[in-house]
């Protein structure tokens, strides 16, 4: 059974990434949603910010279900890298030459070699994220699913970057954590009356939500990416 569901798993990733090559346009347009976070963590966090100020944004329980969903949106970055730290390594089709996986021009087999393809930590926090705005707003949430699973990460599937498990499973990580999170974080700031508390130090609610969304965009790149660097001057 689970070598069944392995081949199934690798053919389906192969006939998506068999299309690559066959319009070097089209091929660059996909490369630049997978890469831009213009297109990624941008545009779920400007959703955030276009519901926060909506026409719901006097409700407490609306605003706390937000908050929710950022509080959510960090555990996710660090759960999706977690666990593909944690569970065997699994290398990423572009890492094994045999399977016949196409390359984009600029790709190579050495691409993300050591970082583990299981699961997708893209899909992890993108589900988690649009789960979390159905929960919230419908057509918002709608919106921000059909954008985590047609432009965060079918494309990683058509440049070989992960297998249709990786993100299947990601994203029913994502989903779960969604799922059974932030009801019970939305009840919790509701009872600690969060939001008014927000509403009392705005000068400093709003800087830091807002730094939490520029962190979550990026995926805490930035933050990483400063971490390294201090971790190489001091260790």
């Avoid at 790149?221 to 201090?230: A, E, F, I, K």
């Amino acid at each position: 059974m689970l070598e069944a569901l392995q081949t199934a798993d690798l053919r389906i990733s192969l006939f998506i990434n068999s299309f690559l090559g066959s319009s070097p346009g089209f091929d660059a347009f996909v490369h630049i949603l997978e890469r831009n976070s213009l297109f990624k963590g941008l545009v779920v966090m400007m959703l955030f910010w276009g519901l926060w100020f909506s026409a719901n944004r006097e409700s407490r329980l609306f605003q706390a279900r937000l908050l929710s969903v950022l509080v959510v949106s960090v555990l996710a970055v660090f759960a999706g890298r977690g666990l593909a730290t944690l569970m065997p390594y699994r290398p990423r089709p572009i890492h094994d030459p045999e399977l016949g996986f196409r390359l984009l021009p600029g790709l190579s087999n050495e691409t993300l070699d050591g970082w583990s393809s299981m699961p997708s930590d893209h899909a992890v926090l993108y589900f988690a994220i649009a789960t979390g705005f159905f929960l919230a707003h419908r057509a918002v949430g709608i919106a921000a699913l059909l954008h985590a699973a047609l432009i965060i990460c079918l494309p990683r599937i058509y440049f070989g970057l992960h297998y249709t498990s990786d993100v299947l499973v990601g994203a029913a990580i994502g989903v779960g954590m969604a799922m059974l999170l932030v009801p019970l974080l939305t009840r919790g700031f509701l009872r600690l009356d969060v939001t008014t508390l927000a509403k009392s130090h705005a000068t400093l609610f709003y800087p830091l939500v807002f730094f939490a969304t520029w962190q979550i965009a990026s995926m805490f790149g930035p933050l990483r990416d400063l971490l390294h660097s201090l971790a190489a001057m001091f260790i």
